[in-house]
């Protein structure tokens, strides 16, 4: 709360500053030299000068902080306490902050936990103080600095562009080193499942029963990847079985024959089907789709499951639909009109020219958007935790349940879960596969996609 | 003595053809043409003979390619375009509701400003028109079909070792011979072609006009062009169009020279344009 104050301060200062900036830079006009930049520039660039360096030290500061805050706390603890071990440690830190804050503990504190609370809100104190000190400072400085240089022949604007090249730069990546982080860690912590598991039973093991933790410690249970994985293909398969064909009716209907004001309100209609959250599928699948499909098979004398592949695969199949549809939709808009007139001009009919020249010229495309679609299915898990019927065992079975790895992950971590078990860790293990193979959909659907587009230049 | 009594007999049959006024094959009576409200052409009239070149010129946005496009319906294509007014081929009525437009099309062949081959191989480029009308009952006929029409649009020689390999791989004027191929490929009567020359450099130009000269033996060819001297050198007549107006229409040596209205003139002699 109080950082949102502080920010907002230094956003008003940096307001002001731009103000004095521009004023400044008016000033300096007066007929005489030519100025290089125009005003606007000038008072981005005294903000940025007054902002700037006062944001980096609130960033640093509320990064170092705490852990700073922390060894100065743990070194005041009495000797007997210095030994303290990791969970200890932590639940020791928490109980002293809770203190700190005044939002007490649930019993009555020891004296040695008061004076580190004690000793930690006086910290906390005065470093405050001192980050907005030379907060303030900084800024000021920035903003008399900035406002000095102002001159005719300051290239503010090269300046401000260069700035926020930088920030651009900073921003993407954050970005990229949070994506390689969570690779490296989810790598790690495979890696230490690995440890418990031969690699060759994790992914050619045709047995998944990987006996609760709790169960006692002697048997570690079987982790065979494959009649999960085999589950999420089979689910998949099925939903692109649906999706397939009627989203790209959808899109051929949408592209080539829907009068204009058809497609303008169809189009986003179609698209609120992605936006619909999975669990509202799930739902969807358990309540209502999984008991029509038990009764229509019991009618025909068929034993069909009512959380089954099937059920879980038709409507995860609604769920993409939009992803083929509109993907293809403004491919198919994309092959030229020249493509068509060429067709039309020999004497082909619509509906000839469609399946002959339009889609053949745009199946590159399509086919890179199916596969999208595809890593998006292989990686959905409400609709499967729903409706699958959670059942890890081998089968070619549709009717019959299964499961997946997204719902195996799901089971390994909800409960009682103990990170140094393999059966927390085997939802690494998962998680990495499920990503490599998402992965390398993507690489090929856009591989794809780009090389289409290429096409017609 | 013999031989002397043939070639008299053919001599005489070459005169009687060429005295014999030719004859019609596409007629366009009051033809209008509507984009929406407004009135792109203004009620054209105009006689098209068989075998013979006949050229558009006009500046641009004078209705050219839009009354081009009536000659084979491709304008019902295009969302809020109306025609009015008759067209007849081979006094047909081409408008008349009973009249297949698919079998219109594969009559009156076109070829467009800019080459567009399908993102095919050459060989199914050129097969696809008569796939489409079951103009080949094998394939050893097929093939011949593809034969015959890249000969005939000099292009054999040039593909016949790439034949599985797409024909957007050719350049600017060999795609463009292709699709004139194409359209050769399902023996249409009449060829229009809507500026076929104008995204070719100039020796590619020589090459397509030198093949319109040769095609204009079996074919009506029917072309819109920018380039008068192109006109110049390849038709037969040529039709000067101006603001949705047929201006008028004649020999072309004598719209060249002696031009009776006198906006052709000041547009062929660079007034305007
Ligand atoms: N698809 C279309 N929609 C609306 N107006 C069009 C369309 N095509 C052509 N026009 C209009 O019709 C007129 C004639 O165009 P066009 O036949 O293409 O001229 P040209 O081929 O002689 O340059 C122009 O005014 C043009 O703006
Ligand atoms: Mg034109």
Not at chain 1, 86 to 97: A, F, S, T
Not at chain 1, 162 to 190: D, H, N, W
Not at chain 2, 19 to 29: D, V
Not at chain 2, 216 to 233: D, G, K, L
């Amino acid at each position: 709360m109080n950082n949102w104050v502080l920010v907002c301060v230094l956003l008003v200062a940096m307001g002001f500053a731009y103000q004095f900036g521009t004023m400044r830079s008016r000033s300096l006009v007066d007929g005489k030299a030519r100025m290089h930049s125009r005003p606007v520039h000038h008072g981005l660039l005294v903000a940025l000068w007054c902002g700037l360096p006062a944001f980096t030290v609130f960033l640093l500061w509320s990064l170092f902080e705490p852990g700073i805050l922390r060894s100065a706390v743990l070194n005041q603890l009495p000797p007997d306490m210095a030994g303290l071990q990791g969970h200890e440690l932590e639940v020791l830190m928490r109980r002293v902050q809770s203190i700190a804050s005044g939002f007490g503990v649930s019993d009555q504190p020891a004296a040695y936990e008061l004076a580190a609370a004690e000793r930690l809100r006086s910290l906390q104190g005065t470093g405050r103080l001192a980050m907005i000190a030379s907060m303030a400072v900084l800024a000021v400085t920035g903003l008399v600095y900035a406002l000095r240089r102002l001159s005719p022949a300051l290239r503010a604007r090269n300046h401000v562009e260069a700035v926020f090249r930088v920030l651009l730069v900073v921003c993407s990546t954050i970005a990229i080193l949070t994506t390689i982080g969570i690779v490296l860690s989810m790598v790690g912590e495979a890696l230490h499942f690995f440890r418990f598991v031969n690699p060759v039973d994790f992914f050619f093991g045709t047995v998944w029963n990987p006996r609760f933790s709790t169960t006692g410690a002697g048997e570690l249970g079987q982790f065979g990847l494959l009649p999960l994985l085999w589950g999420t293909v089979m689910v998949s398969i099925i939903a692109l079985l649906v999706a397939v064909p009627v989203g790209l009716m959808t899109a051929v209907f949408m592209a080539e024959y829907a009068p204009g004001w058809v497609r303008a309100l169809a189009k986003p209609i179609i698209e609120v089907l992605a936006g619909v959250p999975t669990i509202v599928y799930g739902f969807f699948a358990l309540v209502m789709v999984g008991p029509f499909f038990h009764s229509a098979g019991l009618a025909v004398g068929l034993d069909i499951r009512a959380t089954s592949a099937l059920t879980a695969g038709v409507v995860m199949g609604i769920m993409i639909i939009p992803f083929i549809s509109s993907l293809s939709d403004d491919i198919i808009t994309q092959v030229p009109k020249a493509m068509r007139d060429g067709s039309l001009g020999l004497g082909a009919t619509k509906s000839e020219t469609i399946r002959k020249v339009v889609l053949p010229a745009a199946l590159p495309g399509i086919v890179g958007a199916v596969l999208l679609a595809a890593s998006r299915a292989i990686g959905e898990t409400m609709i499967v935790v729903l409706a699958a019927g959670n059942s890890p065992i081998l089968h070619a079975n549709p009717l019959e349940a299964v499961s997946t790895v997204t719902v195996t992950i799901v089971n390994q971590l909800t409960g009682d879960i103990d990170f140094a078990s393999p059966q927390s860790l085997v939802a690494f293990a998962l998680g990495l596969t499920l990503f490599a193979i998402t992965l390398s959909l993507n690489i090929v659907a856009l591989y794809i996609v780009r090389k289409y587009r290429e096409q017609y230049e | 003595m013999e031989n002397d009594v043939m070639r008299a007999s053919l001599a005489s049959a070459e005169a009687a053809q060429n005295n014999h006024t030719p004859e019609l094959k596409m007629s366009a009576r009051d033809v209008r043409v509507f984009y929406g409200e407004s009135e792109a052409l203004h009620g054209v009239d105009l006689d098209i003979y068989a075998n013979e070149v006949l050229a558009f010129i006009g500046p641009s946005g004078c209705g050219k390619s839009t009354f081009l496009r009536c000659l084979n319906r491709m304008n019902d294509t295009i969302d809020g375009c109306r025609v009015t007014g008759r067209i007849e081929l081979d006094g047909e009525d081409i408008y008349d509701r009973r009249l297949d437009v698919v079998l219109l099309r594969a009559r009156v062949g076109m070829v467009f400003q800019k080459p567009n081959p399908f993102p095919k191989s050459i060989y199914e480029n050129i097969a696809y028109g008569p796939r489409l009308h079951g103009l080949a009952e094998s394939r050893a006929e097929l093939d011949e079909i593809v034969q015959r029409s890249l000969t005939r649009a000099g292009l054999w020689d040039e593909v016949k070792d790439r034949l599985d390999q797409p024909g957007t791989g050719l350049s600017g004027g060999q795609q463009q011979r292709l699709c004139i191929a194409r359209a050769i490929a399902v023996s249409p009567e009449v060829i229009l072609m809507d500026e076929p020359c104008s995204a070719l450099d100039p020796i590619a130009t020589a090459k397509v006009e030198q093949l319109i000269t040769e095609l204009s033996e079996s074919y009506t060819i029917v072309i819109v062009t920018h380039n008068m001297q192109q006109a110049a050198r390849i038709s037969k007549r040529t039709a000067f169009f101006h603001l949705g107006n047929l201006v008028e229409v004649d020999e072309t040596t004598k719209i060249f020279t002696t031009p009776s209205d006198s906006r052709t003139e000041d547009y062929i002699t660079g007034r305007f344009g």
